[in-house]
Protein backbone atom coordinates (compact mmCIF):
# COMPACT_ATOMS: atom_id res chain seq x y z
CA UNK A 1 0.00 0.00 0.00
CA UNK A 2 1.13 3.29 -0.68
CA UNK A 3 1.41 5.79 1.95
CA UNK A 4 4.19 8.22 4.42
CA UNK A 5 6.00 6.75 6.44
CA UNK A 6 6.98 8.73 9.59
CA UNK A 7 10.10 7.28 12.04
CA UNK A 8 10.17 6.99 15.25
CA UNK A 9 6.61 7.10 16.62
CA UNK A 10 8.53 8.88 20.07
CA UNK A 11 11.63 10.27 20.27
CA UNK A 12 13.81 11.67 23.31
CA UNK A 13 16.56 14.35 22.77
CA UNK A 14 18.98 15.51 25.41
CA UNK A 15 19.90 18.96 26.07
CA UNK A 16 22.37 20.03 23.17
CA UNK A 17 21.50 17.18 21.28
CA UNK A 18 20.85 17.18 17.80
CA UNK A 19 18.05 14.73 16.56
CA UNK A 20 16.53 13.55 13.12
CA UNK A 21 12.92 12.48 12.25
CA UNK A 22 12.74 10.38 9.06
CA UNK A 23 9.89 10.78 6.64
CA UNK A 24 9.59 8.29 3.33
CA UNK A 25 6.80 7.92 0.88
CA UNK A 26 5.82 5.92 -1.71
CA UNK A 27 2.93 7.65 -3.52
CA UNK A 28 6.02 9.09 -6.21
CA UNK A 29 4.85 12.41 -4.78
CA UNK A 30 6.75 15.67 -5.53
CA UNK A 31 6.12 17.36 -2.79
CA UNK A 32 6.74 17.26 0.64
CA UNK A 33 6.43 19.03 3.68
CA UNK A 34 7.48 19.37 7.92
CA UNK A 35 4.44 20.46 10.09
CA UNK A 36 5.06 20.91 14.01
CA UNK A 37 1.64 20.80 16.26
CA UNK A 38 1.33 21.77 19.54
CA UNK A 39 -1.41 21.28 21.94
CA UNK A 40 -4.83 23.24 20.96
CA UNK A 41 -2.97 25.05 17.97
CA UNK A 42 -3.23 24.92 14.14
CA UNK A 43 -0.43 22.77 11.93
CA UNK A 44 2.69 25.12 11.46
CA UNK A 45 4.78 24.59 8.37
CA UNK A 46 8.48 24.26 9.25
CA UNK A 47 10.00 23.50 5.43
CA UNK A 48 8.70 22.65 2.42
CA UNK A 49 10.44 20.85 -0.61
CA UNK A 50 8.50 21.31 -3.99
CA UNK A 51 11.20 18.96 -5.85
CA UNK A 52 14.54 16.78 -5.36
CA UNK A 53 17.77 18.83 -3.95
CA UNK A 54 15.62 22.34 -3.48
CA UNK A 55 13.71 23.02 -0.25
CA UNK A 56 12.29 26.43 1.51
CA UNK A 57 11.47 27.80 4.56
CA UNK A 58 8.30 27.77 6.11
CA UNK A 59 6.86 30.19 8.84
CA UNK A 60 8.95 28.53 11.76
CA UNK A 61 12.53 27.33 10.50
CA UNK A 62 14.82 28.62 12.82
CA UNK A 63 16.61 25.51 14.89
CA UNK A 64 15.63 23.19 12.15
CA UNK A 65 17.39 21.70 8.95
CA UNK A 66 16.26 19.20 6.14
CA UNK A 67 17.60 17.52 2.84
CA UNK A 68 15.80 16.52 0.21
CA UNK A 69 18.34 13.62 -1.67
CA UNK A 70 16.04 11.48 -3.02
CA UNK A 71 12.68 12.18 -4.26
CA UNK A 72 11.07 9.77 -1.73
CA UNK A 73 12.89 11.05 1.26
CA UNK A 74 12.75 14.26 3.35
CA UNK A 75 14.36 13.54 6.81
CA UNK A 76 13.96 16.80 9.06
CA UNK A 77 16.59 17.56 12.12
CA UNK A 78 16.01 19.65 15.19
CA UNK A 79 19.06 21.39 16.11
CA UNK A 80 20.13 22.38 19.52
CA UNK A 81 19.57 25.55 18.18
CA UNK A 82 15.70 25.12 19.10
CA UNK A 83 15.21 25.86 22.57
CA UNK A 84 11.93 24.65 22.71
CA UNK A 85 11.71 21.42 19.80
CA UNK A 86 8.65 19.54 22.37
CA UNK A 87 5.72 18.90 20.11
CA UNK A 88 4.24 16.91 17.52
CA UNK A 89 5.62 17.01 13.72
CA UNK A 90 3.88 15.93 11.12
CA UNK A 91 5.56 15.18 7.89
CA UNK A 92 3.23 15.07 4.47
CA UNK A 93 3.48 15.09 0.59
CA UNK A 94 1.62 16.05 -2.39
CA UNK A 95 1.34 15.88 -6.57
CA UNK A 96 2.46 19.11 -7.62
CA UNK A 97 0.24 20.76 -9.93
CA UNK A 98 -3.63 20.88 -9.98
CA UNK A 99 -3.38 24.78 -9.33
CA UNK A 100 -3.26 23.99 -6.02
CA UNK A 101 -6.38 22.04 -5.64
CA UNK A 102 -3.95 18.50 -4.96
CA UNK A 103 -4.65 17.53 -0.93
CA UNK A 104 -1.67 16.65 1.05
CA UNK A 105 -1.21 13.23 2.67
CA UNK A 106 -0.35 12.84 5.94
CA UNK A 107 1.84 10.68 8.22
CA UNK A 108 1.06 9.00 11.52
CA UNK A 109 3.58 11.95 13.04
CA UNK A 110 6.57 11.73 15.54
CA UNK A 111 6.48 13.15 19.11
CA UNK A 112 9.50 14.78 20.34
CA UNK A 113 10.17 15.37 23.98
CA UNK A 114 12.97 16.76 26.13
CA UNK A 115 15.03 14.70 28.68
CA UNK B 1 -2.26 37.61 3.60
CA UNK B 2 -4.11 34.23 3.95
CA UNK B 3 -5.31 33.11 6.94
CA UNK B 4 -8.26 30.52 7.82
CA UNK B 5 -10.39 31.07 11.03
CA UNK B 6 -12.32 28.48 12.80
CA UNK B 7 -14.44 27.99 15.79
CA UNK B 8 -12.97 27.42 19.26
CA UNK B 9 -13.89 24.30 20.66
CA UNK B 10 -14.20 22.06 22.62
CA UNK B 11 -17.68 20.75 21.23
CA UNK B 12 -19.82 18.68 22.68
CA UNK B 13 -22.65 16.91 21.38
CA UNK B 14 -24.79 13.37 21.74
CA UNK B 15 -24.88 11.07 19.27
CA UNK B 16 -27.07 11.76 16.41
CA UNK B 17 -27.18 15.36 17.04
CA UNK B 18 -26.42 17.92 13.96
CA UNK B 19 -22.94 18.86 13.76
CA UNK B 20 -21.90 22.48 12.33
CA UNK B 21 -17.90 23.68 12.50
CA UNK B 22 -17.80 27.11 11.64
CA UNK B 23 -15.05 28.03 9.03
CA UNK B 24 -14.01 31.48 7.91
CA UNK B 25 -10.89 32.56 5.55
CA UNK B 26 -8.73 35.56 3.87
CA UNK B 27 -6.96 34.54 0.70
CA UNK B 28 -5.58 35.81 -2.55
CA UNK B 29 -6.57 34.35 -5.58
CA UNK B 30 -8.87 31.47 -5.93
CA UNK B 31 -7.71 28.70 -2.92
CA UNK B 32 -9.33 25.36 -2.76
CA UNK B 33 -10.29 24.24 0.59
CA UNK B 34 -9.95 21.31 2.77
CA UNK B 35 -11.28 19.74 5.58
CA UNK B 36 -8.72 16.89 7.82
CA UNK B 37 -9.66 14.79 10.88
CA UNK B 38 -7.16 13.68 13.32
CA UNK B 39 -7.83 11.01 15.51
CA UNK B 40 -6.07 10.75 18.85
CA UNK B 41 -2.29 9.74 18.23
CA UNK B 42 -2.53 10.03 14.60
CA UNK B 43 -1.65 12.37 11.63
CA UNK B 44 -4.21 14.12 9.79
CA UNK B 45 -6.33 12.49 6.89
CA UNK B 46 -7.94 14.16 4.48
CA UNK B 47 -12.06 14.38 5.11
CA UNK B 48 -13.14 16.39 1.76
CA UNK B 49 -12.65 19.43 -0.09
CA UNK B 50 -13.62 21.76 -2.72
CA UNK B 51 -11.74 23.59 -5.64
CA UNK B 52 -13.98 25.94 -6.42
CA UNK B 53 -16.70 28.29 -5.65
CA UNK B 54 -20.02 26.37 -5.05
CA UNK B 55 -18.93 23.54 -4.90
CA UNK B 56 -20.32 20.83 -1.95
CA UNK B 57 -17.31 18.19 -0.80
CA UNK B 58 -18.86 15.21 0.85
CA UNK B 59 -17.59 12.44 2.67
CA UNK B 60 -18.70 10.31 5.03
CA UNK B 61 -21.83 12.04 6.11
CA UNK B 62 -19.60 15.03 6.00
CA UNK B 63 -20.31 17.99 3.89
CA UNK B 64 -19.11 21.17 3.42
CA UNK B 65 -19.54 24.17 0.68
CA UNK B 66 -17.34 26.53 -1.18
CA UNK B 67 -18.68 30.08 -0.03
CA UNK B 68 -17.14 32.85 -2.42
CA UNK B 69 -19.63 35.43 -0.70
CA UNK B 70 -19.09 34.59 2.57
CA UNK B 71 -15.54 33.63 2.69
CA UNK B 72 -16.75 30.35 4.44
CA UNK B 73 -16.21 26.58 4.41
CA UNK B 74 -18.27 25.07 7.34
CA UNK B 75 -18.24 21.73 8.53
CA UNK B 76 -21.61 19.72 8.77
CA UNK B 77 -23.01 16.63 9.55
CA UNK B 78 -27.02 15.57 9.84
CA UNK B 79 -26.07 12.67 12.40
CA UNK B 80 -22.94 12.36 14.84
CA UNK B 81 -21.86 9.05 16.16
CA UNK B 82 -19.29 8.70 18.89
CA UNK B 83 -16.60 7.74 16.49
CA UNK B 84 -16.93 11.13 14.95
CA UNK B 85 -14.80 12.27 18.14
CA UNK B 86 -11.66 13.95 16.72
CA UNK B 87 -9.89 17.04 16.10
CA UNK B 88 -10.73 18.93 12.90
CA UNK B 89 -9.10 21.09 10.49
CA UNK B 90 -10.40 23.59 7.85
CA UNK B 91 -7.56 24.69 5.52
CA UNK B 92 -7.19 26.59 1.97
CA UNK B 93 -4.32 26.08 -0.42
CA UNK B 94 -3.77 28.82 -2.54
CA UNK B 95 -2.01 27.54 -6.48
CA UNK B 96 1.01 30.05 -6.16
CA UNK B 97 2.36 28.80 -3.02
CA UNK B 98 1.24 25.07 -2.91
CA UNK B 99 1.54 25.46 0.81
CA UNK B 100 -1.54 24.30 3.55
CA UNK B 101 -2.85 27.19 5.52
CA UNK B 102 -4.74 25.59 8.61
CA UNK B 103 -7.20 26.79 10.95
CA UNK B 104 -6.38 26.46 14.30
CA UNK B 105 -8.64 22.67 15.25
CA UNK B 106 -11.75 22.40 16.40
CA UNK B 107 -12.09 19.34 18.74
CA UNK B 108 -15.41 17.73 19.14
CA UNK B 109 -16.51 15.23 21.33
CA UNK B 110 -19.53 13.37 20.75
CA UNK B 111 -21.18 11.41 23.80
CA UNK B 112 -23.51 8.37 23.45
Known amino acids: DGGITQSPKYLFRKEGQNVTLSCEQN?????MYWYRQDPGQGLRLIYYSQIVNDFQKGDIAEGYSVSREKKESFPLTVTSAQKNPTAFYLCASSMQGGGGNQPQHFGDGTRLSIL | GNSVTQMEGPVTLSEEAFLTINCTYTATGYPSLFWYVQYPGEGLQLLLK?????DKGSNKGFEATYRKETTSFHLEKGSVQVSDSAVYFCALRTSNTGKLIFGQGTTLQVKP
Open chain 2, 50 to 54: ATKAD
Open chain 1, 27 to 31: LNHDA
